[in-house]
């Protein structure tokens, strides 16, 4: 039987696809490694929202702050999957 993810997992599996998307699509080796380094952090997010540890992880930080605030500033094609898990992060801690 397949496992059920939370919201919040789709959410940040949303948000993996399309840091993978901008990653694949840069053309200068610095944004590719910075893309890199923001795609295992948006992983390790994912990891943490299967056990429920996502806030602790963020340590008081925002999702944009923890991903890399520079990046995500620069690739706004990006946006619409952040606050869908930003939206979603919400939604989950009202709800504990």
Known sequence: MPRKRNPVGIAAG?????IRKER???TLD???SAAQQVLNRAQT???????SSVTSLLDGRSVIE????DWVKAHPSVEPSLLALI?????NERNE
């Open 66 to 69: 923890y991903l890399n605030a």
């Open 87 to 91: 939206a979603a992060l919400e939604a």
């Open 14 to 18: 949303k948000l993996i696809l399309a």
């Open 30 to 32: 610095s944004d590719a």
């Open 24 to 26: 694949d699509e840069s």
């Open 45 to 51: 997010l994912l990891q943490a929202s299967q056990s």
